[in-house]
């Protein structure tokens, strides 16, 4: 039985598709997801994402006891800003993708994925132990409504008075949004300037009706699970569970930059990730771009002549490059004459860096 | 609710079959429920015209954004038509599905598998969307 977030009543009035994720019912699409995506790009979009895990750690060493558990430095973090990381187990394998945010000298905040945050609650808490903190996964009650795209930061500003033009990129700041109390952070997953909110449950759905009528003018849509996947595919970010995953280290995944072997002390998985910081990994993480209509697929082999040279990890048709897209790990030496075995056909592609798509600053 | 209309046959695996009637040739295409549960679809890939296929092979693709699944064809016999309208435009499927968003035609041989009345294709879809 999947889990309702706080606004699943607001989605099924919606007539959203729904679906389960991780163990949550989430929205899918409301309509159209290729018009959802669309909006994001030139518009807005509205996102519940309250099934990802928020879990606080608070005291005098909540700092020390992070450089500890994360592979991030982030005792160094000032207060309002926000670090991408990850938690790795001992072997360095990838437990999970991270935001951090410093909420105060001596209190944080990690955002970790719905389907692992669990597990990461229970490793932080062990991981802990020593450290003069207390750790407290608050999942259950904070509701997380993402407003993403070019014209975010107009309609947010209708309802708050906090300084948006003064908050950067990866900073967050406490502030009220539509009279509601808001964690108001400058995050996203979908390529684009805008912005997350994190809110008390029962504060969701009146935000959210706000959100969209502050939104109606400037041509916000509710945007569903397919659309942001598809927008973070093109802005070349990985997913946990297919780029990233506990058979990888961020080194694999060509993250190694997250690893902040100059922290003071030992963390878990130091040992385990400085054997393998100077090894060029085997295969490395590239987008594929399809010279045909058919669409590569999570699972998908990558072949050259024949042989398999890698493997797709997320693949759709793209809206911004009109064509299919993907990400896949492929042999170091792989790079031309590259295809894609599409169900036994092999569908020709063509190697490029990523992202597939950047907006213009 | 989907759009099922009256007057045309239904499979299981969510397609429609029309011009049953005069048993010459029929016309193919996926439902609305079909569409709706695939999403916005961006690939059509269907048969050769003048191929022979046999009631229930697998002889094409619908892929949207988040899934492929395949076409089966209801009759046997040989493909007259393929509608490169929507092979070109794969919207039509979403748009359209009974009408623009057509897929192949058919001229019958033999009996066609089990097709559902639209009273029947809208006992099996209720309870699923």
Known sequence: MSRPTPLRAVHEELGATLTDFAGWLMPLRYGSESAEHNAVRTAAGLFDLSHMGEIYLTGPQAGEALDHALVGHLSVLVPGRARYTMIVNERGGVLDDLIVYRLADDEFMVVANASNYEKVAEELINRSKSYDVVVEDRSDRVALIAVQGPRAQEILATLTDADLDGLKYYAGLPGVVDGRKALIARTGYTGEDGFELFVANDDAAPLWHALMAAGEPYGIRPAGLSSRDTLRLEAGMPLYGNELSVELTPFDAGLGRVVKFDKPGDFVGRAALEAVKDQPPARRLVGLVARGRRVPRHGYPVTKDGAVVGEVTSGAPSQSLGKPIAMAYVDAGAHEGLAVDIRGSQEPVDLVELPFYRRNK | ?129
């Open chain 2, 1 to 129: 609710m989907s759009n099922i209309p009256d007057d045309l046959s239904y499979t299981k695996e969510h397609e429609w079959v029309a011009g049953l009637d005069d048993g010459i040739t029929v016309t193919v295409g996926i439902t609305a429920f079909a569409a709706d549960a695939l999403g916005d679809v961006v690939y059509v890939q269907l048969p050769e015209v003048g191929a022979n296929v046999e009631a229930g092979d697998s002889i094409g693709e619908v892929e949207s954004t988040k899934s492929v699944s395949e076409i089966y064809t209801p009759v046997g016999g040989e493909i007259v038509e393929v509608n490169q309208a929507v092979v070109d435009d794969p919207s039509l499927a979403n748009s359209d599905p009974y009408g623009d968003g057509w897929m192949f035609r058919v001229r019958v041989e033999g009996e066609p598998e089990d097709l559902l009345s639209a009273e029947e294709y809208t006992a099996l879809t209720s309870g699923q969307s």
